[in-house]
């Protein structure tokens, strides 16, 4: 044991020498620890930030030009793109856009999810020949949209939309005690929204529902039945708490 030990420190000393003459002593000293703290924060850090900064800021300005439009209806599929409309980059998920229309002028911001399924299966229903979902001219949707569509969702012109508002037209289907709810689906119910309506923040609509023209919803409401045209609802489930009237209609009721 004594004569593998002294082995190990003679070729530990050699190894060490073979160092020294490989890599001489530098002409400086090295920074003890605090040094390379303080080097790393005064220096480092700054040119790290500067450089990343400039890679977002590159980035974003690139996003700008990645968006989906007219021009590339035919490499997406989608059963028709209007002019000017556009869906910013990146988006999450656009699932069989080729049962998808989009109007003239429209802007749907990244983070969008546009997703149709045909009810029924697949080998046996008939491929449907109009659109499934089909949205307006001049729609406006902020950041993080969902649309998830089976069977019609429509939504008509002047439709704006405000961050995380989620769009369904159909529901898992929670009657079999003895089955995960989300193996089972609800049949799909049409959805409607009407031309000139506002959703706010985080608002829900359900299957089955039609909202009217000019219907105002306010943030987190969950829209659960119809609501009639020139209101407001809020809550959950989105009640109506005002009706509107156009100028014209006050001025003809004087």
Same mark, same amino acid.
């Given at each position: 044991n004594s004569n593998h030990s002294a082995s190990n420190r003679h070729e530990v000393c050699d190894y060490g020498y073979r160092l020294r003459v490989q890599f001489p002593t530098l002409p400086f000293a090295l920074p003890g620890k605090s040094g390379l703290n303080s080097l790393r924060i005064n220096l480092v850090h700054p040119l790290m930030h500067s450089a990343a900064t400039a890679v977002v800021e590159f980035s974003r300005v690139t996003l700008r030009w990645a968006y989906v439009g007219s021009q590339d209806q035919e490499k997406f599929g989608f059963g028709s793109f209007g002019s000017g409309s556009i869906?910013?980059?990146p988006y999450s998920i656009l699932l069989q856009p080729q049962h998808i229309s989009i109007g003239n002028d429209t802007l749907i911001a990244a983070g969008a999810t546009l997703a149709v399924w045909p009810e029924g299966d697949p080998e046996t229903t008939p491929t449907p020949t109009e659109p499934l979902l089909r949205i307006g001219s001049r729609v406006w949707g902020a950041r993080g949209l969902s649309i998830v569509c089976h069977k019609s969702v429509v939504i008509g012109d002047d439709?704006?939309? #405000?961050?995380?508002?989620?769009? @369904?037209?159909? =529901?898992?289907?929670? =009657?079999?005690?003895? @089955?995960?709810? #989300?193996?089972?689906?609800?049949?799909?119910?049409?959805?409607?929204?009407?031309?000139? =309506?506002?959703? #706010? @923040? #985080?608002?829900?609509?359900?299957?089955?529902? @039609?909202i009217g023209d000019h219907v105002a919803v306010g943030a987190n409401s969950v829209v659960c039945t119809d609501l009639p045209s020139n209101s407001v609802a809020v809550g959950s489930p989105a009640k109506v708490v005002r009706h509107l009237k156009s100028p014209t209609a006050a001025n003809s009721a004087l």
């Amino acid at each position: 044991n004594s004569n593998h030990s002294a082995s190990n420190r003679h070729e530990v000393c050699d190894y060490g020498y073979r160092l020294r003459v490989q890599f001489p002593t530098l002409p400086f000293a090295l920074p003890g620890k605090s040094g390379l703290n303080s080097l790393r924060i005064n220096l480092v850090h700054p040119l790290m930030h500067s450089a990343a900064t400039a890679v977002v800021e590159f980035s974003r300005v690139t996003l700008r030009w990645a968006y989906v439009g007219s021009q590339d209806q035919e490499k997406f599929g989608f059963g028709s793109f209007g002019s000017g409309s556009i869906i910013e980059q990146p988006y999450s998920i656009l699932l069989q856009p080729q049962h998808i229309s989009i109007g003239n002028d429209t802007l749907i911001a990244a983070g969008a999810t546009l997703a149709v399924w045909p009810e029924g299966d697949p080998e046996t229903t008939p491929t449907p020949t109009e659109p499934l979902l089909r949205i307006g001219s001049r729609v406006w949707g902020a950041r993080g949209l969902s649309i998830v569509c089976h069977k019609s969702v429509v939504i008509g012109d002047d439709v704006w939309f #405000g961050p995380g508002v989620y769009i @369904t037209d159909a =529901s898992h289907d929670s =009657s079999d005690p003895d @089955t995960p709810i #989300g193996l089972l689906m609800e049949p799909a119910r049409e959805v409607r929204i009407g031309n000139g =309506s506002w959703l #706010g @923040t #985080g608002v829900v609509v359900l299957p089955g529902v @039609t909202i009217g023209d000019h219907v105002a919803v306010g943030a987190n409401s969950v829209v659960c039945t119809d609501l009639p045209s020139n209101s407001v609802a809020v809550g959950s489930p989105a009640k109506v708490v005002r009706h509107l009237k156009s100028p014209t209609a006050a001025n003809s009721a004087l």
